[in-house]
């Protein structure tokens, strides 16, 4: 774009001869005569002939024209040049054709400005440093090279200017700019960024760390302005700083979720079996759990090799065995996260209705950010206009600009901004992990497969891994000849079998891979026996021999850990003369020899193949009779890989295969009733899978206690709630829960305890009451002093979640005549549901009544007691542990991509212990470490007990050497003082069926199932009466976790056969 100036005159003669001042800004006839001056003008000056009027300058009495078909550049110095862009170019489109034309034309010089609208560009010269750190801060805050100018700090940082039309948007740049500061720099680089002047400064740094100990500030018990905001630790500091409290704001929400997913998720028995490279500490390929060590090398999901990061503690816990459609029989944890996809997943992305949704998301992410990039900066708009102008349904620009925080108060969004979010959703659908990507897996634990084994009426899968990847072996024989000695070789010679059809097409692909000749060959029972020599002088049965294979035929382990190409060759030796294949492509291993079958099938699923075995008697007829044999071992699968050299067979072999090829199945998952010492392992991938059995992919306290004492110190009613066999950990802050605060001993207690706490804040109760008397609408907001002190906030702390609610299911009807374990299940299963839906309504309302909340889980997802309408009503979220991975983090966040990691120097340091990741509502998300209490030669819940019986004071009847004492494992415990202390706490059993009364009705029906099949009346409780802890006479007292262990005789298979008959 080129600008000219025509001066006019100021004054002009009329027809009458009088002079007029010239106004061709607002008199037509002026107007006319102006056109015609400038045309004359141009005649007499070229380089004007195509530049149109754009303005009339009326206090300078010039006329401004623009010629927009062309461009200028005028060259300031020696450093930068001004471009005058032509109308083509004066698009926001543009900005990549003009960076392209114009530093291809002036080499050495970068776009730095694009002002599409003012038709101006400028380009200047920066080093090379520069000009990358400028792109990768671009990159990573999704903007334009020439979006920001770059120029070197004197501490070896940069300063960032954002363009003018851009503004800082801490919520969702803070994030992008800590990224940038490891792009441009190292871990450790920090940036200070001002909102209102686009200034970011980056700056070197050493990387954040915690210390060692983060100690528990005593000194704020009872201090009253920790009531509101509570803090639990330190958010990570850089070096020489100290970190800024970690906290709750309750004010904000009037939930806490506090997620441990203990050892990553990963917990196996000790004596578990994983696959491992061969070496002289495992020269079987196999290593058990207990004997691994940090830096031990096993094998991930895509084959890779990969080292152990470090182990979690050894724990004792429940066993769960697993059963797999090829015949594998797999134990783990009840926690042990399992990747797996379910029929409908499967189904939904490899069908064409699949396919096609991805495709057109992807199309639609690219036209949105093509669409946006043309409108330019700071364009406001309608929601619905915006929807209407690109072809958008209306409530996805109204939702995602709700989610988002794009409505300014006049109302409009910036359209740009608009269009980037929704195409940075609608990608996200379709990225790894993404709700359409091809994934289609997501994540369970063996206590969640248990519990629902047949989603939509189909098993569980479990995706096959990647054949196991390892370099070539320096194997002593080829491994294609000792595949075919291993099918049809003689087990004291080295000779081999082979008909005469065959004989021609193997021979060369045996003497090749053993590097030999034929010695002789004799016929035998219609077929030719071949000897062999190998060229190197060797002799074959003496490397027999030295491989452990004369008279004993198996596969090595060092074949077995060959590379892939190695162990393929081996199986294409076996299957040549062993195996088969039909005429559906269904293949086919058959041995009488068991170590060989076994590891024939071992090696068979190193190459990423299902393949299942079977034995069985083999036999023959003879004269019309069965003869029995010895026992046959046989291996089946399907797969498109080429597991025969053979012509005749590899001809039968099919091309493809199903999908279903694709997945092992779990058949079954039940808990094994025992439990066992259990660890898990870390490794260093992004989805932490490794393999374990027959090569299958496996996939806090501290911080609650400081709540709690905090909360207590402020005047809480502490009300605990958890699993019985979890109990004892809220034995040091009985003295201070509220009367009847207790709801710990069975699943029945825990139910009519909140639903006492609900009842009290609904219609009726007499906090509800007491609101509606005094007009109240906020316990933060309308309460007085006086009246808080009257009616003080509840903390609520509900532990081990999903062993609450895990399996939670309303009773529909009750059955005619029903067994006592199935009252039993019923039972359980409507307390759980209770639970959750109890709980569910008090996160929901009991903010304004001065609830609070801290519910703690292990694993937090929909199947295990988290769904998202208790998940959403918890806006503050924590992970305890240092090393979390993405799935991890996306069970438990809202926005997990924007919570960052732990920084490996944090774990390298052995400073990571009682760390986590946070997510608050009304704060950005930031990493912790949590506060330790130690006092004196007092640690843990024993420091703050004492510290808040020498504060505030233990409640009267209760001494402090007692209470001291109860807290000393080493000291017997005291059944007196248990009693006086559970008395006031426990809150009674039986009124939960006051609250639930059609709970009595199930427990009715389970009592007849007793009475008429054997047994006494159902204890649906946790053994006692609820008042003293003392059984009712002549009851047993049942397990204290979920209800009644059936008494009276036990009942052999045949009296159950004749009951089930009879009913």
């Excluded at 500030?217 to 500091?237: H, M, N, Q, S």
């Excluded at 009942?1051 to 009879?1062: G, N, V, W």
Aim: net charge negative.
């Amino acid at each position: 774009m080129i600008r000219f100036e025509y001066e006019y005159p100021v004054r002009v003669k009329t027809q009458a001869g009088d002079s007029v001042e010239f106004d061709p800004a607002n008199n037509g006839g002026h107007r006319a005569l102006l056109d015609r001056q400038i045309a004359k003008w141009q005649a007499g000056y070229p380089e004007a002939k195509a530049a149109r009027l754009e303005f009339i300058d009326r206090d300078r009495h010039v006329a401004v024209l623009v010629d927009r078909q062309s461009s200028s550049v005028d060259m300031r110095d020696d450093s930068s040049l001004e471009v005058n862009l032509s109308a083509e170019h004066s698009k926001p489109s543009k900005g990549a054709e003009v960076q392209a034309v114009y530093e291809t034309k002036y080499p050495g010089y970068r776009l730095t400005v694009f002002h599409p609208y003012e038709g101006k560009a400028l380009l200047e010269r920066l080093t090379d440093a520069q000009a990358t750190a400028r792109a990768q801060i671009a990159t990573e805050l999704g903007l334009h090279d020439w979006d920001l100018r770059v120029t070197p700090l004197e501490d070896g940082g940069w300063k960032v200017l954002l363009d003018e039309g851009i503004t800082y948007q801490p919520s969702k740049m803070d994030t992008r700019m800590e990224k940038a500061c490891l792009t441009v720099g190292r871990l450790g680089w920090w940036f200070d960024a001002d909102p209102d002047t686009g200034v970011i400064e980056i700056h070197p740094g050493e990387p954040p760390t915690f210390p060692k100990l983060v100690p528990f500030p005593f000194d704020r018990i009872g201090d009253p302005t920790v009531r509101d905001k509570t803090p639990f630790g330190i958010r990570l500091a850089r070096p020489g700083e100290t970190g800024e409290p970690a906290f709750v704001d309750w004010t904000q929400s009037l939930g806490l979720l506090i997620a441990g997913l203990s050892g990553g998720g990963k917990a196996l028995p000790l004596d578990a079996r994983i696959p491992v490279p061969v070496s002289e500490r495992f020269p079987a390929g196999w290593a058990r759990n207990r004997d691994l060590k940090e830096g031990d090398p096993v094998y991930g999901r895509d084959g890779r090799i990969i080292p152990i990061k470090d182990f979690s503690d050894v724990e004792e816990l429940p066993i769960y065995r697993l059963t797999l459609s090829d015949g594998q029989i797999l134990e783990c944890a009840d926690n042990h996260l399992w990747t797996v996809s379910d029929s409908v997943m499967r189904q939904a992305m490899s069908d064409e209705r699949g396919r096609e949704r991805r495709e057109q998301t992807i199309r639609l992410v690219n036209r949105l950010r093509d669409e946006a990039a043309t409108v330019g900066d700071g364009v406001r708009a309608n929601r619905r206009h915006i929807a209407i102008d690109h072809g958008l349904p209306p409530n996805v620009t109204q939702n995602c600009a709700e989610r988002h925080d794009l409505v300014g108060s006049d109302g409009l969004c910036d359209e740009a901004e608009l269009l980037h979010a929704i195409a940075d959703e609608r990608e996200s659908y379709v990225m790894p992990g993404g709700v359409w990507a091809n994934t289609v897996e997501t994540i369970l634990t063996a206590r969640e497969i248990s519990e629902n084994p047949k989603p939509h009426g189909k098993c569980w899968g479990i995706r096959l891994a990647n054949p196991i990847e390892n370099p070539d072996a320096n194997l002593p024989l080829g491994p294609y000849f000792l595949g075919t000695w291993l099918g049809d070789g003689i087990s004291r010679a080295g000779a081999i079998c082979l008909n005469d059809d065959d004989e021609p097409h193997m021979q060369p692909d045996i003497l090749s891979s053993l590097g030999g000749s034929i010695r002789r060959g004799k016929v035998e029972h219609g077929a030719h026996t071949w000897f062999y020599d190998m060229d190197d002088g060797r002799i074959l049965v003496t490397e027999l021999k030295r491989l452990g294979l004369y008279m004993d035929k198996h596969i090595p382990a060092v074949y077995l850990r060959a590379s892939k190409s190695q162990r393929l060759a081996l199986l294409q030796g076996l299957m040549d003369t062993d195996g088969s294949v039909s005429s559906r492509g269904s293949c086919e291993l058959c041995f009488t020899n068991q170590r060989l079958a076994e590891t024939a099938l071992e090696l068979i699923r190193s190459l990423g193949i299902a393949a299942g075995m079977h034995s069985g008697r083999a036999g023959y007829t003879k004269d019309g009779e069965r003869v029995e044999a010895g026992i046959r071992y046989r291996i089946r699968f399907t797969t498109s890989k080429p597991v025969f050299r053979l012509p005749r067979k590899l001809a039968r072999l099919k091309t493809d295969t199903r999908s279903t090829q694709d997945w092992l199945y779990i058949t079954s998952c039940e808990p094994t009733g025992r439990t066992e010492p259990v660890r898990c392992l870390n490794v260093a991938t992004d989805d932490h899978l490794f393999l374990m059995g027959g090569f299958v992919p496996t996939h806090n306290s501290v911080t609650i206690n400081d709540v709690t004492t905090l909360g207590i110190g402020t005047g809480a009613e502490l009300y605990v709630i958890d699993h019985s066999t979890k109990a004892t950990d809220y034995y040091w802050c009985r003295p201070w829960i509220a009367d009847r605060g207790w709801g710990a001993d069975s699943l029945l207690q825990t139910a009519g305890l909140l639903k006492w706490l609900l009842d009290d804040i609904e219609d009726g109760g007499e906090r509800a009451r007491a609101w509606k008397s005094h007009g109240w609408q906020n316990w933060y907001d309308d309460l007085s002093d006086e009246d808080k002190r009257r009616y003080p906030y509840r903390l609520i702390v509900v532990d081990e979640l999903s062993q609450l609610t895990v399996g939670a299911k309303d009773a529909t009807s009750l059955p005619k005549n029903p067994l006592p374990p199935v009252m039993e299940k019923m039972f359980e299963q409507q307390v759980k549901a209770l639970i959750l839906s109890t709980l569910i309504r008090i996160l929901q309302i009991g903010r304004a009544y001065g609830y609070r909340v801290v519910v703690a889980t292990q694993i937090a997802s929909s199947t295990t007691g988290m769904p998202p309408a208790l998940r959403g009503n918890l806006g503050n979220k924590v992970i305890m542990g240092a090393k979390v991975n993405d799935a991890q983090k996306n069970l438990i966040f809202n926005i997990a991509k924007d919570v960052p990691d732990i920084p490996a120097n944090v774990i390298d340091e052995g400073v990571s212990k009682g760390a986590g990741l946070s997510e608050m509502e009304g704060q950005p998300p930031y990493d912790f470490k949590s506060s330790f209490p130690m006092l004196g030669h007092h640690a843990g819940v024993a420091a703050l007990g004492k510290a808040l019986a020498e504060r505030i004071g233990l409640p009267d009847g209760i001494g402090m050497d007692e209470y001291l004492d109860s807290l000393d494992k080493d000291t017997p415990s005291n059944p007196e003082f248990e009693q006086r202390v559970m008395e006031r706490i426990r809150f009674p059993e039986a009124e939960s069926y006051l609250r639930f009364p059609f709970l009595q009705a199930i427990k009715d029906k389970w009592d007849e199932s007793l009475d008429e099949y054997g047994g006494g009346p159902a204890d649906a409780g946790s053994g006692g009466n609820g008042d003293d802890g003392t059984a009712p006479a002549g009851r047993p007292v049942a397990p204290a976790a979920s209800g009644p262990e059936p008494s009276g005789p036990l009942m052999d298979a045949a009296e159950l056969a004749r009951i089930m008959r009879r009913g």
